[in-house]
């Protein structure tokens, strides 16, 4: 079930996939978070691309961390523990475990260890086709949490949302869990189910939602047009950035621009980032080289600068569409024509992803990812965990955020609670007038149900029972697929001629 139609986020699950918050199954590493997918690219750098370490760097890097003083008392350890502990232990596992306790000591759920096992599993992965549940999903406070599903991907057919905390995998609990097993265990192939409990915020009740796990699609910029008072409005989605986006983008602008396009809408809601390289090739093609596209700060606090080299912007007016599932590179790309072409930005508050990962192999076939650097927007701003806000802010009708009806038990006059408030938004959205909002099941509840089993061939008792809670869900989710349902749109639409 999709519940807000193309502008769904991403998960992928089967290989690895990373884009805002956490991690992919997929693809590779970009943007938040790791995906559970499959695809031909190998381990990189998330959202940087900047490359793994030379091998000279890899050298210099190691030989600085042998001649510490600070590991004399890990090697104590090490010895102690090997030669005197009560039960033989496996030296690697030592080994293992202190990187691990390393990593998790950092409380960055975008640095994370893949030993030997889980690299190999992820190199597999991604030498299969690309196939998963096609979702983001990201570490928040210790759970396995939902950043985006991927545009015509199981994930948001089935009606993942961003922010569902995945409880369980098949029945089993997540907690405990890190990152990359939960991922491991939400991927798989084509035709096989996952089924994963979710708490939703505002949801009663936790939810499972099945997944068939499918081929996800590849194509990452959809083009549409629209006719505004007799002018002529370019439409471009990109639902993530991977290697071909910057192209594809470029071949779709420029077909717009030739059949006389006199105003473009860029619509990243939902898009969880990606690779850097490919978020700065599009916005080298859309503004001027006045101010820094983007900045990158290390450690140290030194800070190096990306530039457009045309002397203007394009001529046109554009507008960015964002929401809670924009995320990393899609966050750059929305902060940058903020500050540098002050063009609107509509919709939500995004994620808000501000670091930059890269890959370090070890030497023995296992990987370490690791935070090694800040993104800044053009004026200098950290975004992390504040998001981009919007100059226009608008949130889409009440009915767009509702949640599936968990019915274990019919209910009706009398009931009450978020469940009911739930059912009651969707009846109104639906265009079945009540007056009862508050979460209070009463006679014009009673009424709008009786309407709309009516109107729909069911069982007219008043009740919401499960034939009639999936009914309702199906008849919202065709409602948020009309175009005229998308306020988000209307107004990104209307703002490009409205000074």
Do not use: C
Not at 23 to 35: K, L, N, V
Not at 355 to 368: F, I, K, R
């Amino acid at each position: 079930m999709n519940w807000k139609g193309r502008h769904v986020i991403v998960l992928v699950l089967v290989a690895l996939l990373v884009g805002a918050g956490g991690s992919y199954a997929g693809m590779q590493w970009f943007g938040p978070g790791d995906t559970a997918t499959s695809t031909s690219n190998s381990a990189s750098s998330e959202e940087g691309n900047f490359g793994d370490l030379s091998e000279e760097e890899q050298k210099s890097f190691l030989e600085s961390v042998q001649g510490s003083s600070n590991l004399k008392k890990v090697e104590q350890a090490y010895s102690i523990i090997s030669d005197r502990y009560v039960e033989d232990v496996e030296k690697s596992e030592l080994v293992e475990g202190a990187i691990e306790g390393m990593v998790e000591k950092l409380e960055d759920p975008y640095s994370t260890y893949m030993d030997q096992e889980t690299m190999s599993q992820f190199n597999q992965s991604i030498e299969s086709s690309f196939q998963g549940i096609g979702a983001e999903v990201s570490m928040v406070d210790d759970t396995v949490t939902i950043v985006a599903p991927i545009k015509g991907a199981p994930a948001e057919e089935a009606g993942l949302k961003p922010n569902d905390q995945v409880m369980k995998i098949d029945g089993e609990s997540t907690e405990g869990l890190d990152l990359q097993e939960a991922v491991n265990k939400i991927r798989g192939e084509k035709g096989t189910d996952v089924t994963l409990t979710v708490e939703r915020p505002g949801a009663p009740d936790l939810i499972d939602i099945t997944i068939t796990r499918d081929e996800i699609p590849k194509k990452s910029v959809y083009k549409d047009t629209k006719e505004v008072d007799g002018k002529k409005v370019g439409v471009l989605e990109i639902t993530s950035f991977s290697e071909e986006t910057s192209k594809e983008f470029d071949k779709a602008l420029t077909e717009l621009e030739n059949e006389g396009m006199e105003g473009l809408v860029i619509d990243v809601r939902g898009n969880p980032g990606g690779l850097f390289t490919d978020v700065q090739d599009i916005l080298k093609t859309l503004l001027p080289g006045d101010k820094p596209i983007v900045q990158i700060e290390n450690r140290a606090g030194e800070v190096s600068k990306e530039f457009s080299e045309r002397e203007t912007g394009k001529e046109y007016p554009i507008s960015v569409l964002i929401d809670e599932g924009s995320a990393s590179a899609s966050e750059i790309l929305a902060a940058a024509m903020k500050e540098i072409g002050n063009h609107p930005i509509v919709g939500e508050k995004s994620f808000g992803k501000g670091t930059v990962q890269q890959a370090v192999p070890m030497g023995d076939g296992s990987t370490l990812k690791l935070t090694m650097f800040k993104w800044l927007t053009p004026e200098g701003n950290w975004i992390h965990e504040k998001g981009v806000s919007p100059t226009v802010e608008v949130k889409q009708p009440e009915f767009f955020y509702t949640h599936p009806i968990t019915v274990e038990d019919t209910f009706g006059v009398g009931a009450s609670g978020d469940h009911v408030k739930n059912a009651q938004q969707m009846l109104a959205g639906l265009g079945y007038d009540q007056t009862e909002t508050d979460g209070s099941f009463g006679d014009g509840t009673e009424a709008a149900v009786e309407s709309f089993q009516r109107a729909n061939g069911l069982s007219v008792t008043g009740e919401i029972n499960e034939k009639t809670g999936g009914a309702l869900e199906e008849k919202v989710v065709e409602e948020v697929q009309k175009e005229e349902n998308d306020k988000q749109m209307q107004k990104a639409v209307d703002v490009l001629f409205s000074s």
